[in-house]
């Protein structure tokens, strides 16, 4: 306290003027808000200015009286709540600091001394009484975050008004956003958080049992009754050892894919990652960002999810020639039916249920790091509650983005959307090979002229950063099948020719291989740099837009593809020693993407892009600040990687309990559905039935 006092001596002769008139809010009665909320704001603006009045006095008489140092004390809680605001002017004002903050612990710590505060991020523009450039409450304009500490009784709808009367600075607050806010129990959340408690009770019995069991050496699963099955595909015992598992790969195996997974995937949550910067703290610090050259890693991450599209036809068309069905098999519809049943049951409970937990749990994610970034979650949160049906039909990338329930699973959609259609090619190539490559071809170009149909249509950019109207990119072209097709046709007929021609082993000259992989290197410069220029707005006509997203595509595929099937068929830099002219080992390319290390990360894909955006809420939400872009490699090494390390720790629970029980269940339901078929069958013959290995839940199955 006589810090204080000697602080407000020193501003006091600074300024030769009242202290009060320089750092207090104004003082007046508070106006349409709530009556708590009225009564809370009131009582700090009392203490404040007893604290001022008291302390005046102290300052003239050079000395406080026992009394007068008892006032300041009972009443220094408010002295310190306006300490905890974001102030302007601020330092970085030249460097377009458009984020006020202010201390997040500071307001924590004196919460409870007379009620409850909050710390909160107003929505700011400037001059007093300005226009409010907002839609369905949140800022359509550039706007200033301020930080303030307000009492917790007033809502966020409150802080604006109670802002724009206490505030004597030049901004008009039109919105809040707060570090924690009040969230209803609703049936919805007791129901939901049951089931996870009976599912937590499921697979913690499973898991005892399973393990005395195998302590006691007395696993014999054919002996078990089918109630006792069901309940061991829960046991976290033996699900662990399944995911992290590492072994020598199987023959056949197309063994790159695991490594390819992760890498992708780390790349898709430093791409979300940075798009959480899209509401920076500076300007400048961030406006040169799409003009430097490296940073196009980052930019043109959205290659990822085509390269995930491809592993995805790969996968689907390796398996299904893989299995050498008969023509019988192909012309029963059971064949078919068990295809899609498959799929539905392969993916749908572990994104239901994590859909439904982050309904139930999304408002949850709360801190003053998720608020100066307008706590974009509540509104997600708010649309999956009326829209999740669209996920569990697998259409939610049709329409608009708005009404899109947790909008990474666009992915899902037009995967499932390719995956309906993947039938009609994989049989042509059955039957014919002219055929189904003349049919793939044609798809591909199918989808070549709809974007260049569109592009003409509705001047796209040719990504998010460069010229073109981007108001409705993603809507229209961003996550639909008919123009994401392209790397799954590619993927359909690469996962043939592995099927087909993979167990042959050509041996391929030295020069041609390094020429492959030339080729290859250069398609991948050409896609992530080839928009240097165009992000540093030089400007691109429509056609030269739309070429570029079309045949970017088809590169990337391309070279993706082409290190899958050199590393498949040992063209990707095997090493042949001189004193063992007729061995060869595997070079450095193929052991590092070959490695077994990268099982469990592959294994866990799916879960791990299931749950990796709600993770980078919640690691963002734990900090005490905002966000601050420094560099690149700053918010890859801070943010993306401990998030991507995260998200696979979550995701081998989260599979633990609603993948891979699921998969097990999945695969005794069909196995019951074809021995029934097969007794059937004996008394009237018909088309044989295709094994379940076609549908397996095996290392090579459908994964994200």
């Known amino acids: 306290m006589h810090f204080f006092l000697f602080f407000l001596f020193l501003v006091n002769s600074a300024y030769g003027t009242s202290w009060k008139e320089v750092f207090l809010p104004s003082f007046s009665k508070i106006q349409g808000v709530n009556a708590q909320c009225a009564n809370d704001t009131e009582t700090w603006q009392n203490s404040m200015k007893l604290v001022a009045e008291v302390s005046v006095e102290c300052l003239m008489e050079k000395r406080c009286s026992k009394e007068e140092e008892k006032i300041i004390e009972e009443n220094f809680y408010a002295v310190e709540q306006y300490d905890a605001w974001g102030k302007f002017p601020l330092t970085g004002l030249f460097q377009g600091s458009i984020l006020w903050e202010g201390s997040y612990q500071e307001c ?15 929505v700011l523009f400037p001059g007093k009484n300005a226009t409010c450039h907002m839609s369905n409450g949140e800022p359509t304009s550039l706007f200033i975050r301020g930080a303030v500490c307000l009492p917790y009784s007033c809502s966020e709808a409150d802080l604006p008004t109670v802002y724009n009367q206490i505030s004597n600075q030049p ?8 570090s924690k806010f009040p969230v209803k129990k609703t049936p919805a959340f007791w129901t939901f958080t049951a089931f996870l408690g009976v599912m937590t009770v499921i697979v913690l019995a499973a898991t005892v049992i399973d393990y005395l069991r195998d302590a006691k050496d007395a696993k014999d699963v054919r002996k078990d009754s089918k109630i006792m099955q069901m309940l061991m595909a829960f046991s976290m015992w033996t699900n662990a050892e399944v995911l992290l598992s590492v072994k020598e790969h199987k023959p056949g195996f197309i063994k790159c ?65 893989k299995t050498r069905l008969k023509i019988a098999q192909i012309k029963s519809p059971m064949t078919w039916i068990l295809y899609y049943i498959h799929r539905y049951l392969r993916l749908t409970p572990p994104v239901m249920i994590f859909i439904g937990f982050f309904v139930v749990y999304g408002y949850y994610i709360q801190g003053p790091g998720v608020a100066s970034q307008i706590n974009q979650l509540v509104p997600q949160v708010d649309v999956c509650s009326e829209y999740w049906w669209r996920n569990l039909l697998y259409i939610n990338n049709l329409g608009s983005d708005v009404n899109q329930c947790y909008g990474i699973t666009w992915y899902l959609g037009v995967d499932t959307q390719l995956y309906i259609i993947a039938p009609v090619f994989l049989v042509a190539l059955y039957f014919s090979f002219a055929a189904g490559t003349a049919l793939l071809m044609a798809a591909t170009v199918g989808s070549v002229i709809t974007v260049y149909i569109l592009y003409s249509v509705n001047d796209l950019p040719a990504d998010f950063f460069g010229n073109g109207d981007n108001t409705n990119f993603y809507d229209i072209i961003y996550d639909k099948p008919w123009v994401r097709g392209t790397p799954y046709f590619i993927g359909l007929y690469v996962g043939y020719l592995l099927a087909t021609y993979g167990k042959r082993k050509f041996r391929l000259n030295w020069a041609l291989s390094v020429t492959g992989w030339m080729i290859a290197f250069a398609l991948v410069v050409f896609c992530l740099f080839s928009t240097y220029d165009y992000d540093k707005r ?44 007729y061995s060869s080992f595997p070079g450095p390319i193929d052991a590092f993407m070959s490695h077994p290390m990268w099982q469990p990360f592959g294994r866990l894909s799916y879960c791990a892009y ?34 991507t390390l995260l998200s696979y720790i979550f995701a081998f629970f989260w599979s633990c309990f609603f993948e891979i029980p699921f998969l097990k269940l999945e695969k005794m339901l069909i196995e019951t559905i074809i021995s029934t078929k097969k007794v059937d069958d004996i008394k009237k013959p018909s088309a044989p039935i295709p094994k379940t290995e076609l549908w397996d839940a095996g290392e090579e199955t459908q994964r994200v």
């Not at 924590?108 to 107003?122: D, L, P």
């Not at 595509?553 to 830099?573: C, D, K, P, T, Y």
């Open 108 to 122: 924590e710590r004196i919460s409870g001394v007379k009620y409850e505060t909050n710390y909160c991020y107003m």
């Open 538 to 581: 030089v400007y691109w006509s429509v056609f030269i837009r739309a070429s570029y997203y079309n045949f970017s595509r088809l590169a990337w595929s391309l070279a993706v593809s082409w290190a899958i099937i050199a590393n498949h068929m040992g063209w990707g830099g095997t090493v042949t020693p001189p004193f063992l002219p």
């Open 171 to 178: 901004f008009t607050a039109c919105g809040a956003y707060c």
């Open 257 to 321: 894919l695991d490594c390819i997974r992760f890498l992708s995937m780390l790349w898709v949550v430093t791409g979300h990652t940075f798009t959480y910067l899209m509401i920076p703290d500076q300007i400048l610090a961030v406006l040169p960002f799409t003009g430097k050259f490296w940073n196009h890693f980052i930019l043109n991450a959205f290659y990822s999810v085509d390269t995930f599209f491809l592993l995805s036809g790969i996968v689907v068309a390796y398996l299904f020639f």
């Open 610 to 643: 299931i749950v990796h955006y709600v993770v980078l809420y919640l690691y963002l939400s734990i900090g005490d600040v905002s966000i601050h872009f420094y560099s690149t490699f700053q918010i890859f090494i801070y943010y993306s990687v401990p998030t």
